[in-house]
Protein backbone atom coordinates (compact mmCIF):
# COMPACT_ATOMS: atom_id res chain seq x y z
CA UNK A 1 0.00 0.00 0.00
CA UNK A 2 1.27 3.68 -0.44
CA UNK A 3 0.88 6.43 1.98
CA UNK A 4 -0.37 9.93 0.83
CA UNK A 5 -1.40 12.96 2.91
CA UNK A 6 -5.50 14.14 2.96
CA UNK A 7 -7.54 16.52 3.97
CA UNK A 8 -10.93 15.29 5.15
CA UNK A 9 -12.10 19.04 5.87
CA UNK A 10 -11.22 22.41 5.84
CA UNK A 11 -8.36 23.43 8.28
CA UNK A 12 -4.18 23.82 8.79
CA UNK A 13 -1.92 21.42 7.75
CA UNK A 14 -2.44 19.96 11.68
CA UNK A 15 -5.71 18.63 10.61
CA UNK A 16 -4.35 16.54 7.61
CA UNK A 17 -4.43 12.78 7.85
CA UNK A 18 -1.66 11.02 6.17
CA UNK A 19 -3.24 7.41 5.39
CA UNK A 20 -2.27 4.33 3.44
CA UNK A 21 -4.18 4.27 -0.17
CA UNK A 22 -4.17 1.80 -3.24
CA UNK A 23 -3.37 4.26 -6.44
CA UNK A 24 -5.11 3.25 -9.28
CA UNK A 25 -3.05 1.36 -11.68
CA UNK A 26 -2.98 3.46 -15.03
CA UNK A 27 -5.23 3.53 -18.23
CA UNK A 28 -4.52 4.89 -21.42
CA UNK A 29 -3.19 8.71 -21.27
CA UNK A 30 -2.19 7.99 -17.48
CA UNK A 31 1.28 6.99 -15.57
CA UNK A 32 1.87 5.82 -12.10
CA UNK A 33 5.12 7.40 -10.74
CA UNK A 34 7.18 6.35 -6.81
CA UNK A 35 7.46 9.65 -5.55
CA UNK A 36 11.04 10.80 -4.44
CA UNK A 37 10.35 14.31 -3.74
CA UNK A 38 7.09 16.47 -3.00
CA UNK A 39 7.69 20.42 -3.69
CA UNK A 40 5.72 22.79 -0.73
CA UNK A 41 4.14 25.43 -1.67
CA UNK A 42 1.61 27.53 0.26
CA UNK A 43 -1.03 26.63 -2.29
CA UNK A 44 -0.96 22.81 -0.92
CA UNK A 45 -2.51 24.43 2.74
CA UNK A 46 -4.26 27.81 1.28
CA UNK A 47 -6.53 25.78 -0.87
CA UNK A 48 -8.07 23.13 1.68
CA UNK A 49 -7.33 26.32 4.09
CA UNK A 50 -11.07 27.82 4.42
CA UNK A 51 -14.72 26.99 2.38
CA UNK A 52 -14.73 27.63 -0.95
CA UNK A 53 -16.95 26.50 -3.96
CA UNK A 54 -16.26 23.57 -6.10
CA UNK A 55 -14.11 21.37 -3.19
CA UNK A 56 -15.22 17.77 -2.68
CA UNK A 57 -13.57 15.81 0.54
CA UNK A 58 -11.33 14.74 0.89
CA UNK A 59 -8.75 16.26 -1.04
CA UNK A 60 -5.32 15.09 -1.78
CA UNK A 61 -2.69 17.10 -0.91
CA UNK A 62 0.25 18.43 -3.47
CA UNK A 63 0.88 19.65 -7.16
CA UNK A 64 3.91 18.80 -7.83
CA UNK A 65 6.59 16.21 -7.49
CA UNK A 66 9.67 14.20 -8.85
CA UNK A 67 10.06 10.85 -9.08
CA UNK A 68 10.30 7.59 -11.77
CA UNK A 69 7.83 5.72 -13.49
CA UNK A 70 6.81 2.89 -12.29
CA UNK A 71 4.28 1.70 -14.52
CA UNK A 72 2.98 3.43 -18.23
CA UNK A 73 -1.23 2.81 -19.24
CA UNK A 74 -1.62 1.23 -22.77
CA UNK A 75 -0.29 3.52 -25.79
CA UNK A 76 0.77 6.27 -23.10
CA UNK A 77 3.85 8.99 -23.85
CA UNK A 78 4.23 11.84 -21.50
CA UNK A 79 4.10 15.29 -22.11
CA UNK A 80 7.71 15.29 -23.05
CA UNK A 81 7.56 12.55 -25.73
CA UNK A 82 8.15 8.65 -25.40
CA UNK A 83 8.92 6.71 -21.82
CA UNK A 84 9.38 4.23 -20.32
CA UNK A 85 9.18 2.53 -16.91
CA UNK A 86 12.45 3.56 -14.57
CA UNK A 87 12.66 6.86 -16.33
CA UNK A 88 12.70 9.90 -13.97
CA UNK A 89 10.33 12.71 -14.37
CA UNK A 90 8.20 15.39 -13.19
CA UNK A 91 4.76 16.18 -12.91
CA UNK A 92 3.08 19.58 -12.31
CA UNK A 93 -0.70 20.52 -11.70
CA UNK A 94 -1.80 17.26 -10.58
CA UNK A 95 -3.49 16.12 -7.42
CA UNK A 96 -2.22 14.02 -4.56
CA UNK A 97 1.79 14.70 -4.99
CA UNK A 98 2.07 14.24 -0.59
CA UNK A 99 2.75 10.44 -1.54
CA UNK A 100 4.47 7.57 -1.92
CA UNK A 101 3.24 6.55 -5.27
CA UNK A 102 0.57 9.06 -7.55
CA UNK A 103 -1.05 7.85 -11.10
CA UNK A 104 -1.51 11.02 -12.62
CA UNK A 105 -2.57 12.01 -16.79
CA UNK A 106 0.55 11.49 -18.55
CA UNK A 107 0.68 15.05 -20.51
CA UNK A 108 1.12 16.81 -17.05
CA UNK A 109 4.49 14.63 -16.64
CA UNK A 110 7.88 15.89 -18.13
CA UNK A 111 11.22 13.93 -17.98
CA UNK A 112 13.42 15.28 -15.37
CA UNK A 113 16.02 17.58 -15.93
CA UNK A 114 18.95 15.58 -15.32
CA UNK A 115 21.09 18.68 -13.67
CA UNK A 116 18.05 19.13 -10.84
CA UNK A 117 17.82 16.89 -7.71
CA UNK A 118 15.00 14.99 -7.21
CA UNK A 119 13.81 18.14 -4.10
CA UNK A 120 14.78 20.72 -6.63
CA UNK A 121 12.91 19.23 -9.91
CA UNK A 122 9.83 19.13 -7.36
CA UNK A 123 9.93 22.52 -6.86
CA UNK A 124 10.44 23.60 -10.57
CA UNK A 125 6.98 24.36 -12.38
CA UNK A 126 4.75 25.91 -10.10
CA UNK A 127 7.33 29.30 -9.63
CA UNK A 128 8.98 28.82 -12.62
CA UNK A 129 5.24 28.90 -14.81
CA UNK A 130 4.15 31.98 -11.91
CA UNK A 131 7.05 33.87 -13.07
CA UNK A 132 6.79 33.02 -16.75
CA UNK A 133 3.47 34.58 -17.00
CA UNK A 134 4.43 37.55 -14.54
CA UNK A 135 6.83 38.57 -16.95
CA UNK A 136 4.57 37.66 -19.83
CA UNK A 137 1.01 39.53 -18.73
CA UNK A 138 3.25 43.25 -18.10
CA UNK A 139 5.15 42.59 -21.47
CA UNK A 140 8.31 42.70 -19.74
CA UNK A 141 11.02 43.60 -23.09
CA UNK A 142 14.43 42.97 -23.24
CA UNK A 143 16.84 46.49 -22.37
CA UNK A 144 13.38 47.25 -19.95
CA UNK A 145 13.86 48.26 -16.08
CA UNK A 146 11.69 46.23 -13.75
CA UNK A 147 10.80 46.33 -10.40
CA UNK A 148 10.27 43.44 -8.33
CA UNK A 149 8.58 42.71 -5.13
CA UNK A 150 10.07 39.93 -2.99
CA UNK A 151 13.14 39.08 -5.16
CA UNK A 152 14.52 36.27 -2.79
CA UNK A 153 11.40 34.50 -2.19
CA UNK A 154 10.87 30.94 -4.93
CA UNK A 155 8.90 32.99 -7.48
CA UNK A 156 10.83 36.31 -7.28
CA UNK A 157 14.17 33.78 -7.86
CA UNK A 158 12.58 32.29 -10.77
CA UNK A 159 11.98 35.94 -12.37
CA UNK A 160 14.98 36.99 -11.60
CA UNK A 161 16.52 34.19 -13.95
CA UNK A 162 14.16 34.53 -16.10
CA UNK A 163 14.67 38.25 -16.76
CA UNK A 164 18.39 37.91 -17.00
CA UNK A 165 17.77 35.07 -19.72
CA UNK A 166 15.72 37.40 -21.63
CA UNK A 167 18.18 40.78 -21.15
CA UNK A 168 15.49 42.56 -18.76
CA UNK A 169 17.16 44.47 -15.40
CA UNK A 170 15.51 43.78 -12.09
CA UNK A 171 15.20 46.04 -9.30
CA UNK A 172 14.35 43.55 -6.39
CA UNK A 173 13.05 44.28 -3.14
CA UNK A 174 13.96 42.12 0.07
CA UNK A 175 15.55 42.07 3.40
CA UNK A 176 19.13 43.08 3.41
CA UNK A 177 20.27 39.71 4.56
CA UNK A 178 19.21 38.39 1.49
CA UNK A 179 20.56 40.72 -0.74
CA UNK A 180 23.53 38.20 -1.88
CA UNK A 181 20.83 35.74 -3.20
CA UNK A 182 19.41 38.68 -5.23
CA UNK A 183 22.52 39.54 -6.58
CA UNK A 184 23.51 36.10 -7.48
CA UNK A 185 20.83 35.35 -10.03
CA UNK A 186 21.34 38.91 -11.38
CA UNK A 187 18.95 41.56 -9.92
CA UNK A 188 19.77 44.97 -8.25
CA UNK A 189 18.80 45.06 -4.69
CA UNK A 190 17.09 47.06 -2.49
CA UNK A 191 15.43 47.54 1.00
CA UNK A 192 11.73 47.39 1.57
CA UNK A 193 10.57 49.44 3.85
CA UNK A 194 9.68 53.24 4.35
CA UNK A 195 11.19 55.29 1.51
CA UNK A 196 10.91 52.42 -0.91
CA UNK A 197 10.03 54.16 -3.30
CA UNK A 198 12.89 57.00 -3.64
CA UNK A 199 15.18 54.02 -3.11
CA UNK A 200 14.35 51.99 -6.31
CA UNK A 201 14.11 55.40 -8.22
CA UNK A 202 18.24 55.67 -7.27
CA UNK A 203 19.11 52.56 -7.95
CA UNK A 204 16.76 52.56 -11.69
CA UNK A 205 18.30 55.55 -12.90
CA UNK A 206 15.61 55.53 -15.15
CA UNK A 207 11.98 54.47 -15.47
CA UNK A 208 10.77 52.10 -14.34
CA UNK A 209 8.61 49.87 -16.99
CA UNK A 210 7.09 47.64 -14.92
CA UNK A 211 5.96 46.13 -11.59
CA UNK A 212 5.66 42.24 -10.51
CA UNK A 213 4.13 42.00 -7.20
CA UNK A 214 5.45 38.44 -5.48
CA UNK A 215 4.38 39.61 -1.86
CA UNK A 216 0.67 41.28 -1.80
CA UNK A 217 1.71 44.25 0.78
CA UNK A 218 -0.08 47.40 0.85
CA UNK A 219 3.37 48.64 0.46
CA UNK A 220 4.36 46.91 -2.71
CA UNK A 221 1.35 47.50 -4.61
CA UNK A 222 1.62 51.27 -3.28
CA UNK A 223 5.02 51.94 -4.77
CA UNK A 224 4.35 49.85 -7.97
CA UNK A 225 1.46 52.44 -8.20
CA UNK A 226 3.84 55.16 -7.75
CA UNK A 227 6.59 54.27 -10.27
CA UNK A 228 4.58 52.79 -13.23
CA UNK A 229 2.13 54.85 -14.59
CA UNK A 230 0.66 51.97 -17.02
CA UNK A 231 -1.33 49.81 -14.86
CA UNK A 232 -1.56 47.20 -17.13
CA UNK A 233 2.01 46.63 -16.25
CA UNK A 234 1.48 45.57 -12.66
CA UNK A 235 0.82 42.59 -11.66
CA UNK A 236 0.47 40.84 -8.54
CA UNK A 237 -0.14 36.80 -7.40
CA UNK A 238 -1.46 38.08 -3.60
CA UNK A 239 -3.15 41.01 -3.64
CA UNK A 240 -6.19 40.62 -5.13
CA UNK A 241 -8.36 42.74 -3.31
CA UNK A 242 -5.89 45.56 -4.23
CA UNK A 243 -6.18 43.99 -8.21
CA UNK A 244 -9.44 44.66 -8.17
CA UNK A 245 -10.03 47.97 -5.93
CA UNK A 246 -6.70 49.59 -8.15
CA UNK A 247 -6.98 47.96 -11.63
CA UNK A 248 -3.59 46.77 -11.57
CA UNK A 249 -3.85 42.48 -13.31
CA UNK A 250 -3.69 39.95 -10.91
CA UNK A 251 -2.81 36.43 -12.16
CA UNK A 252 -3.48 32.93 -10.26
CA UNK A 253 -3.09 29.40 -11.46
CA UNK A 254 -6.54 28.52 -10.70
CA UNK A 255 -7.88 31.28 -13.63
CA UNK A 256 -8.25 29.72 -17.10
CA UNK A 257 -6.13 32.07 -18.72
CA UNK A 258 -3.32 31.56 -15.98
CA UNK A 259 -3.38 27.63 -16.11
CA UNK A 260 -3.52 27.62 -20.30
CA UNK A 261 -0.32 29.77 -20.30
CA UNK A 262 1.50 27.82 -17.38
CA UNK A 263 0.43 24.36 -18.99
CA UNK A 264 2.00 25.63 -22.34
CA UNK A 265 5.36 27.05 -20.72
CA UNK A 266 6.36 23.65 -19.06
CA UNK A 267 8.27 22.18 -22.00
CA UNK A 268 10.23 25.53 -22.23
CA UNK A 269 11.07 25.92 -18.57
CA UNK A 270 12.04 22.37 -18.33
CA UNK A 271 14.60 22.20 -20.98
CA UNK A 272 16.28 25.82 -19.78
CA UNK A 273 16.81 23.84 -16.62
CA UNK A 274 18.15 20.71 -18.64
CA UNK A 275 20.52 23.87 -19.95
CA UNK A 276 21.40 24.77 -16.74
CA UNK A 277 19.69 27.93 -17.15
CA UNK A 278 17.40 28.10 -14.63
CA UNK A 279 18.18 26.50 -10.93
CA UNK A 280 15.96 25.51 -8.01
CA UNK A 281 17.50 26.93 -4.81
CA UNK A 282 16.18 24.14 -1.52
CA UNK A 283 16.71 25.30 1.61
CA UNK A 284 14.91 22.42 3.32
CA UNK A 285 13.54 18.57 2.99
CA UNK A 286 11.61 16.99 5.30
CA UNK A 287 10.56 13.17 6.09
CA UNK A 288 7.09 12.87 4.31
CA UNK A 289 5.40 12.16 7.46
CA UNK A 290 6.52 16.02 8.25
CA UNK A 291 4.43 17.88 6.31
CA UNK A 292 2.69 20.01 8.69
CA UNK A 293 6.42 20.97 9.93
CA UNK A 294 7.19 21.79 6.29
CA UNK A 295 4.16 23.95 6.47
CA UNK A 296 4.90 25.83 9.59
CA UNK A 297 8.11 26.61 8.64
CA UNK A 298 6.76 28.01 5.12
CA UNK A 299 3.85 29.94 6.42
CA UNK A 300 6.87 32.15 8.44
CA UNK A 301 7.27 33.66 5.24
CA UNK A 302 10.85 33.29 5.01
CA UNK A 303 12.51 29.75 4.67
CA UNK A 304 15.18 30.88 2.95
CA UNK A 305 14.56 28.61 0.07
CA UNK A 306 12.25 25.68 -1.50
CA UNK A 307 11.03 22.93 0.61
CA UNK A 308 10.65 19.30 0.01
CA UNK A 309 8.94 16.51 1.12
CA UNK A 310 11.04 12.95 0.88
CA UNK A 311 9.16 9.73 0.65
CA UNK A 312 11.35 6.59 2.30
CA UNK A 313 11.84 5.16 -0.82
Known amino acids: MALHWIARTWGAPESWDFVAYAPPAPTEGEVTIRVHAAGVNPADAKHVAAPRAGVEFPVPIG ?36 ATEITVPAEKVFAKPATLTHAEAANLLLVGTTASEMLAVTGAAPGETILLHGASGAVGVSVLQQSRLRGIRVIGTAGEGRFDEVRRFGGVPVRYGDGLADRVRDAAGGPIAAALDAV ?22 AAFGRAESDGILAIAGAMPASARFRDEVRGELVALAQNGDLVVPVAQTFALDEAPEAHRLLATGHPGGKLALIPDV
Open 63 to 98: YEVSGELIAIGPNTSIGSGAAAVGDEVIAFRVRGGY
Open 216 to 237: GTDEAVDVSLDLVADRRRIVTI
